[in-house]
C-alpha cells in the first residue's frame, strides 16, 4: 500500500506580523469565505472595499443568493460584487445613500463597518446585545449619527475597539486585517 502524501494546506504568507488577527484570517479561509491567491498573499494592512467587505459578511451569514437583484443605481449586474450586495441589500443590512448609491468601490470606514453588522446582528436577531452604556471614545463627536449606537453596542459585546488613547477613529478605512478579524 502506497500512502498518499499529507495534501499541505493552503497558509498565506504574509499575515505573520498579524497575530492579532491570524486566526481569525486562517478561520475565515477554512470556511471558504476568504479566497485563497495565486502569491498567497492576503494583503492584511490594505484597505478593504465596501463590496470586499459585503462579500465577506454575506458569506459568512449564509445570506449569498445569486438570484437577487439590487436597487443601487450604481452597482452594475455586470460587477463580481453584484449578488452579494443585493443579498445584503435584501437582507436590510446595507442601504445606501440618499441618491440611492452604495459606492462599492469605496474603502469601507470604521463607523460604516459598524453600522453594517450591527444591522446584521440585528436582522438575525442576535440576542447577544449588550444592556448598558459603554465609556465614550475622546473622538466621540466625530461618530456619526446614524453610526454611534452600533459603534458602541459593537465595543460592549467586544466585537470592535478603539485604537489606542480612548479612540475610535470613526472616518479611518477598515484593513483588511481588521475586517477579518471583525467578521470572524
Known amino acids: 500500500v502506497i500512502e498518499k502524501p499529507e495534501q499541505e494546506t493552503y497558509k498565506f504568507i504574509d499575515i505573520n506580523e498579524f ?10 479561509l477554512k ?18 472595499s465596501r463590496a470586499e467587505f459585503i462579500k465577506m459578511l454575506v458569506m459568512s ?12 443605481v450604481d452597482v452594475e449586474k455586470s ?51 449588550s444592556e448598558g452604556k459603554s465609556e465614550a471614545f475622546a473622538d466621540d463627536a466625530e461618530i456619526s449619527d446614524y453610526a454611534k449606537d452600533a459603534v458602541y453596542a459593537l465595543k460592549l459585546m467586544g466585537i470592535t475597539e478603539g485604537v489606542g488613547e480612548n479612540k475610535f477613529a470613526p472616518k479611518n478605512n477598515v484593513t483588511r486585517a481588521m475586517a477579518a478579524k471583525v467578521i470572524y
Open 19 to 28: 497575530s492579532w488577527a491570524g486566526e481569525s484570517i486562517d478561520g475565515l
Open 31 to 48: 470556511k471558504g469565505i476568504l479566497s485563497e491567491s495565486e502569491d498567497h498573499k492576503f494583503n492584511p494592512s490594505d484597505n478593504i
Open 61 to 72: 451569514l449564509n445570506l449569498y443568493d445569486k438570484s437577487l437583484q439590487s436597487a443601487f
Open 79 to 129: 460587477s463580481w460584487y453584484y449578488s452579494y450586495v443585493a443579498s445584503a441589500e435584501k437582507a436590510g443590512i446595507v442601504l445606501g445613500d440618499e441618491s440611492k448609491c452604495f459606492h462599492a468601490e469605496n474603502n469601507i470606514t470604521r463607523q460604516d463597518m459598524c453600522a453594517i453588522i450591527h444591522r446584521a446582528l440585528e436582522q438575525k436577531k442576535y440576542n447577544g446585545f
